[in-house]
């Protein structure tokens, strides 16, 4: 089993910045693809970033391109979400996602990871 937690949501005004944390624990040796998704109320959860093992494949949903920067310390077993000139439309509460299968490739499907944090709250306010 591999548990996560993030931290470093807030409240921020829009053109602000803000660093997501997912750290990584128990069976960390296992290598893992992660991702982020994002989700706001009565919305289903929205696909953000992913990046895989190595760090050498991310993506992006296409809203969050050029903002967003996807990264990962795989010594301090944490995952990054760098989010500048942030929107209020990116007001969510964010997720961080892992899977060990297919670890080399990223994958934007919700479906395909079988880990998840507990969520942290961001909220862009204009």
């Known amino acids: 089993q591999v548990q996560l937690v993030e931290s470093g949501g807030g409240l921020v005004q829009a053109g602000g910045s803000l660093r997501l944390s997912c750290a990584a624990s128990?069976?960390?040796?296992?290598?893992?693809?992660m991702g982020w998704f994002r989700q706001t109320p009565g919305k289903e959860r929205e696909f953000v970033a992913a990046?895989?093992?190595?760090?050498?494949?991310?993506y992006y949903t296409d809203s969050v391109k050029g903002r967003f920067t996807i990264s990962r310390d795989n010594a301090k077993n944490t995952l990054y979400l760098q989010m500048s000139s942030l929107k209020p439309e990116d007001t969510a509460v964010y997720y961080c996602?892992?899977?060990?299968?297919?670890?080399?490739?990223?994958?934007?499907?919700?479906?395909?990871?079988?880990?998840w944090g507990q969520g942290t709250q961001v909220t862009v306010s204009s």
């Open positions: 128990g069976r960390t040796s296992s290598r893992l693809s």
């Open positions: 996602a892992g899977r060990t299968l297919s670890a080399l490739v990223v994958s934007t499907q919700e479906s395909s990871y079988p880990y």
């Open positions: 990046i895989s093992w190595g760090g050498s494949s991310t």
